[in-house]
């Protein structure tokens, strides 16, 4: 059956550290993949989009990488902040201009 | 200051009642999409529609409905079929449907 994963538990992490959340999916052969990041009882805000033939793209203190053999993204906040702290999603292209979004995970930086 | 607009943000719904759930936009996008939000689950597609006059059904249809009468509105219905409607609604809209997604502030749903 296909699935998209994050890791279910909250991840907890210290100032200034680097967070990294996981996505993993199966039998999707996606084009590319997005992550969003959600604050209580607001929508989502889209983050960024890694293409399948991209390996790694980054944008201020993200950094996101795609592997199409481990079927898995990593999404990195390095030198994080407490206002880092929302639930952030992954969400890959299932064909047909669908999206199909991962649970989330949450991120709680402690100051 | 363009963006999408999602109304009312808390909505009661009363026993065999219908309900319809407005968003806008007004960032000239050509896809629209509703998903439905549950706790601690990712959000799931109910319809989406690529274009004025057409929509699809997502993944969990069954109990909405919706029209996309004009580019800038695409107003959900939540009927009375709808057997478990509590939920964090959440529109979305994006210029073409490979693109990255616009999401308003969400419609809380609760039954009375």
């Known amino acids: 059956s296909q699935k998209i994963e994050q890791n279910s538990e909250a991840l907890n992490i210290q100032e200034g550290k680097t967070a990294t959340l996981t996505c993993n999916y199966t039998n999707y052969s996606p084009a590319y993949l997005q992550w969003y990041r959600q604050d209580p009882g607001r929508g989502p805000v889209f983050l960024l989009l890694i293409r399948e033939n991209e390996k790694e793209k980054r944008k201020e203190r993200l950094k996101v990488t795609f592997d199409t053999t481990l079927k898995q993204s990593l999404f990195h906040i390095t030198a994080s902040q407490p206002a880092d702290s929302a639930t952030y999603l992954c969400?890959?292209?299932?064909?047909?201009?669908?999206?199909?979004f991962g649970q989330g995970t949450e991120l709680s930086v402690k100051p | 200051d363009g963006g999408i607009t999602q109304s009312p943000k808390y909505l009661f719904r009363k026993e065999g009642q219908n309900v319809t759930l407005s968003c806008e936009q007004n960032l000239n996008h050509d896809a629209m999409y509703w998903y439905r939000q549950d706790p601690g689950q990712g959000l799931r597609l109910i319809y989406y529609?690529?274009?004025?006059?057409?929509?699809q059904k997502g993944d969990i249809a069954e109990g909405y409905s919706v029209s996309r009468e004009k580019k800038e509105s695409f107003p959900l219905t939540v009927t009375s079929a709808q057997k478990n409607p509590t939920a964090f609604y959440l529109c979305a809209s994006a210029g073409t449907s490979n693109q990255p997604q616009h999401f308003g502030d969400g419609t809380r749903l609760s039954i009375l």
């Open positions: 969400a890959l292209d299932n064909q047909g201009g669908k999206l199909i």
């Open positions: 529609s690529q274009i004025v006059n057409d929509f």
